[in-house]
Structure formats: structure tokens, C-alpha cells
């Protein structure tokens, strides 16, 4: 059971893993260096015995990826799995050291097992020992610890980093979110910030300081069935090919097709009072916030700030009265966007977030809420997650454009039209499979770098399609404002060099045509992404073209992602590299 739920937890880390269990009273572990698989091998050869255990995969932060830093860390008295970093570990480690504990690890995860052994040495009870820990321990994390001697019991803690809960019968779980729980339970609580509980196989009791406290059991939507591969080679192809439908579904949610209205969920601010918009968000979401800087000002006239959260939060910057933040994340518990939307909150912004989860972190220490319904996304470099993502966010754009009175009813109606649409244009996009296939093979994959470009709403679209060729391929990539190519980037252009350009036919296009032409003179190897107007205008001076369906220019940044997710994802496959767990990459990052 702990193999089985570490599976659908492998897209958080894949460094190390391991389980511990109890067996006759003693804290018995198997760990192994790399994939779980390497794990469930060695458990093959030495099988673990125990009805309560612990088990983890780790994405390494403090000690490279190898077995002695692999989790369950462990005393003879206590054994621990850790997501999150220990901010004062080298201080506790050096108080435990001159006490005369030995480390065995590179960890900061030992601190808490040292720590906690030393309490139960001096005769503390477990509940004792975690509550003083908490109050010792400083930073982001997730812990749950493994008594020996107690079979009775399991322990978790929580701040900043999610846990979970599972409420099942004469048995509980804990995890770091519903989806490790799904085929277990549906019934699920989460723990908010500074809690710790006592489970044990009838209940559990959570507690914050030493004062008990109640959280509610909510009913989770997620099922084990929604995590399969099904036909597909990788998990990436099949959210790729999931995108018409998960697109269809965010629609269905905000979007009325029959009055061709757009209708978000109750808010608690008025869009024709916010003074400004402040977008925050990290990777792939953050390019979700460029985007959607261009919808809200172009069609709402509202002034949108947009920066990365790990910047923001530290940038301290003033932010005016009547401001909304807007968090963008595909797990909600991004640690770096959390501690933004604090920091915002703290100066008395709106927050409005927009998720994947809707029962994570950032949901609930949001006012508002605009779920994405894209489903789980295991394949580490997002694709679903961000096309749902710039669906809710134009939804957004649309509404606040009509209640600022800049919109008029019937340029909702034409925008609506070309949302409805969207699905069976993406469709089509998909449906290039040959040719996507063809330019990676012969063009991307036997590069050392690559280049793309876009303007206006293209452009992150290119920062995006240069992200996901870095992410998977290791490919060295970026993407540039094609403006921006004439003052610098245009010196590494060669024959070796392929010039991924974005261009759908819109106001800019001609403005694009002329920087394609500039590489173009300077031996660049171009491929056009482009509709059929623009590859009849440019067509004949690329290498390659890739003829999208013709869309109205607002929506075309959710169908332009298609291609350049294909592009990246055939040229990993072409190169060998692991598409769904790319190396050093983790899926949901909950450390600085």
C-alpha cells in the first residue's frame, strides 16, 4: 500500500525513496537511491513485514540523492518522512552534536528525528515531544514520524507544506494530498499551518500549540482511476491530448454558450473599483500571468503588474488600496506563491487565485477561487494545467472588461464564440502529430540550442515552448520578445541554430514578419507557427512550417501552446531523455 501511494506521489520527487514499518515494536526501513522501482526491487528481495508504516520520495534539497539521505531518516526511537526545508537546522544540529548525538545523514530532516529522540529519552511522551518540537523547528514543512514501541500510533505536522488526512474504517491515512489517498479513502481533512495530530487506526486528534482542534472532513472528488497512462507512451502525451476536453470542461464552468455570457463565481470585489491587478506565479503558471497582463489591460483597461512570486515576496513592493493579487498555481501549494499572497494579504489585497486543487493551500487562504478543471497532471512539465489556466484567466479578463464598461455585449458574444470553438481548433492542432514529430526528429533534437520568438501574447508563448524544450530535452532554449532580437540575441544566430517563430496572423504580424526576416538574412534555420495566411506570407523562407487553424488573435495563445508542447515533447522522446520526470525537476515545489 505505502508503494502503491508513493507512485502516485513519484511526480513530486524521484531522487531517493523509502519506507519504514514497525516490526515486532522496532522501526525496520528499505531505501534505495533513484526511481521508486529501484525501491520496490530491493523490497522484491527483502520484503518488509508491519500493518502501520511510512513512506516517502524525495526531491533532494539538503544532501545529494543517495541512499543514506533517502527518507524514512531514523533513530532507534523515532523514524521520519519530510517534505519542506528546516530553516534552523544547522543550529539545532549543532545543539544536538555537543549534546553528544551522532548524525548519520546530510539532511536537515535528522535534526527533527535527533530532536525528537532526545525529548523521548528524557521520559517526554510522543505528543509531548512533537508539540515542544514545533515550537523549536523553524521553516516549511510536512512531517509524519513512526514511534517504535508504538504500534498505536502515527504523528504529522504541518506548516507551510500540505498534509492530508484519510478517514477510513478501523484504518487512517496521512499524505500529501488527496490524490496519494484516492484509492484508500474519499473522505479527507486538511491540516492548516502549525497543526500537529495524533493518528491512530480509529480517529485522529489535531492539535495547535497544545489546545485541540477541529478540522473538517470534506468529501474528495479525486479517484485512484484518474492517474492512468491509458493508451498513451508517457503521461505528458495523454494531458496533451486531454487539453479539448479539459479546456471544455473550464468553459462549461465559465461560460454560458447559449447567452454567450461569461459568469465567474461570486467575488468579493468589484472589477470596476480595482485600482490595480497584481499577478503572481511561478514557471509555466507565471508565463499563464504574462499572458493574461495583455487580456486584462487590452480588454478590461485595468494596470497589471506581473512577477515571479519568489521576487515579489522579497521586492516588498507597495501595493495600492482597491488592489487584487491574483496567484496562478497547478498544485496551490507552490511555497514561493503562498508566501506572495501573504505578503499581499498583510497589505490588505484581494486575493484571488486560480488552481488546480481547489482544497490546497493557496485556495484556502484565498477570498476567491477560479479552479482550473484540467484533473491531475503527473507529467512534470506542465501542459493542461496551463491551457486551463489561460482559459479561467481570459474568462476573468472578459468579465472585468464588460464591469468596467469597456467591453460592449457584443465583443463578449464574439469572444465567447471563439472560446466555444477552441476545443475542435486544439483538436486540430493535435492532429499534426506526423509533422511535430518531423521537426523534432530532423531539426530540434540535433540542436545544442534554440531559439524562439513571439510578440505580444506570442511572446510568453515562446518562453513557454523554450521552457518545455529546456525542461524535458535539456536542450538549451529561450524564448525572446522578437522585437528584442536585433539588440543582442541576434549574434548567436547560425545555420546551427533553429529560430522557433510564433506568429499567428493578428495586428503585429507584419512587425514579426520583419524580425523573421532579419534571421532569416543572417542564416537562421526558421520553423513558423503560424495560420494559413501567415505561413502563404513566410512559409517559403523557413525550413519548416506548422499551419494552426485560423482563430480569433485574443484566444490564439491557448491554441499556440499546443505546438510548442508537441515540439518539446517529440524532441525528448527523439533524444531519450525521461519525458515525464525529467531530471532534477520536481512537480510540486514546496521549498524555497
Not at 223 to 229: H, L, Q, T
Not at 253 to 258: H, R, S, V
Not at 516 to 542: I, W
Amino acid at each position: 500500500m505505502l508503494v502503491d501511494a508513493l507512485k502516485r506521489l513519484e511526480y513530486r520527487g524521484y531522487d531517493s525513496a523509502g519506507v519504514a514499518t514497525l516490526v515486532n515494536g522496532q522501526i525496520e526501513r528499505r531505501r534505495a537511491e533513484g526511481k521508486l522501482v529501484n525501491l520496490e526491487t530491493r523490497l522484491g528481495r527483502e520484503p518488509l513485514a508491519g500493518t502501520i508504516g511510512i513512506g516517502h520520495t524525495r526531491w533532494a534539497t539538503h544532501g545529494k540523492p543517495s541512499e543514506r539521505n533517502a527518507h524514512p531518516i531514523a533513530t532507534n526511537r523515532v523514524a521520519i518522512v519530510h517534505n519542506g526545508i528546516i530553516e534552523n537546522f544547522q543550529e539545532l544540529k549543532d545543539e544536538l552534536v555537543a549534546e553528544g548525538r551522532r548524525f548519520e545523514s546530510d539532511t536537515d530532516t535528522e535534526v527533527v528525528a535527533q530532536l525528537l529522540t532526545a525529548m523521548l529519552e528524557r521520559q517526554m511522551t510522543p505528543e509531548d515531544a512533537m508539540s515542544q518540537a514545533m515550537e523549536r523547528l523553524h521553516g516549511a514543512f510536512a512531517l509524519v514520524a513512526l514511534f517504535s514501541g508504538r504500534q498505536d500510533i502515527l504523528m504529522g505536522a504541518r506548516r507551510g507544506s500540505s498534509l492530508a488526512i484519510g478517514y477510513g474504517d478501523g484504518e487512517m491515512y496521512i499524505g500529501t494530498d488527496a490524490l496519494a489517498l484516492a484509492p484508500f479513502t474519499k473522505q479527507v481533512s486538511y491540516l492548516e499551518d502549525d497543526d500537529w495530530v495524533v493518528l491512530t487506526q480509529d480517529g485522529c486528534t489535531v492539535y495547535q500549540g497544545r489546545n485541540e482542534v477541529k478540522r473538517e472532513i470534506r468529501q474528495s472528488g479525486i479517484s485512484g482511476a484518474m492517474i492512468g497512462k491509458g493508451n498513451h507512451r508517457h503521461f505528458m502525451l495523454k494531458e496533451i491530448h486531454e487539453q479539448p476536453a479539459v479546456i471544455g470542461d473550464t468553459l462549461h464552468t465559465y461560460l454560458d454558450p447559449t447567452t454567450r455570457k461569461v459568469s465567474l463565481p461570486e467575488m468579493p470585489l468589484d472589477w470596476a473599483k480595482v485600482s490595480r491587478l497584481t499577478m503572481t506565479a511561478c514557471g509555466t503558471a507565471f508565463y499563464a500571468c504574462m499572458v493574461a497582463k495583455y487580456w486584462f489591460e487590452q480588454l478590461a483597461r485595468l494596470p497589471v503588474e506581473t512577477e515571479v512570486a519568489s521576487e515579489l515576496r522579497y521586492r516588498e513592493p507597495p501595493l495600492p488600496d482597491n488592489g487584487v493579487c491574483m496567484a496562478v498555481s497547478q498544485s496551490g501549494e507552490t511555497v514561493d506563491t503562498l508566501a506572495a499572497i501573504r505578503y499581499a494579504k498583510a497589505n490588505r489585497q484581494t486575493i484571488l487565485s486560480v488552481v488546480n486543487v481547489p482544497e490546497s493551500a493557496i485556495a484556502r487562504e484565498s477570498h476567491a477561487v477560479l479552479p482550473t478543471l484540467a484533473g491531475p497532471e503527473i507529467g512534470v512539465a506542465s501542459t493542461k494545467a496551463f491551457t486551463t489556466q489561460l482559459t479561467v484567466l481570459l474568462t476573468a479578463a472578459i468579465a472585468a472588461g464588460r464591469a468596467r464598461g469597456v467591453l460592449s455585449e457584443a465583443e463578449e458574444a464574439k469572444l465567447a464564440h471563439a472560446l466555444i470553438e477552441l476545443p475542435a481548433r486544439v483538436n486540430e492542432a493535435l492532429n499534426k502529430e506526423e509533422k511535430y514529430r518531423h521537426i523534432s526528429e530532423h531539426i530540434l533534437a540535433e540542436a545544442r540550442d534554440v531559439l524562439y520568438l513571439g510578440r505580444g501574447t506570442s511572446f510568453p508563448i515562446a518562453l513557454e515552448g523554450a521552457l518545455k524544450l529546456k525542461e524535458i530535452s535539456y536542450i538549451h532554449a529561450e524564448g525572446y520578445a522578437a522585437g528584442e532580437m536585433k539588440h543582442g540575441p541576434i549574434a548567436l544566430i547560425d545555420e546551427l541554430v533553429p529560430v522557433v517563430v510564433v506568429a499567428p496572423s493578428d495586428s503585429i504580424f507584419e512587425k514579426t514578419a520583419s524580425n523573421f526576416e532579419q534571421v532569416k538574412a543572417r542564416g537562421g534555420k526558421l520553423v513558423l507557427v503560424s495560420d494559413a495566411a501567415g505561413v502563404a506570407r513566410l512559409g517559403s523562407q523557413a525550413v519548416a512550417t506548422i499551419t494552426l487553424p485560423t482563430v480569433d488573435p485574443v484566444v490564439a495563445p491557448i491554441l499556440y501552446a499546443v505546438p510548442v508542447q508537441m515540439l518539446a515533447y517529440y524532441t525528448a522522446v527523439a533524444k531519450g531523455t525521461d519525458v515525464d520526470q525529467p531530471r532534477n525537476l520536481a512537480k510540486s515545489v514546496t521549498v524555497e
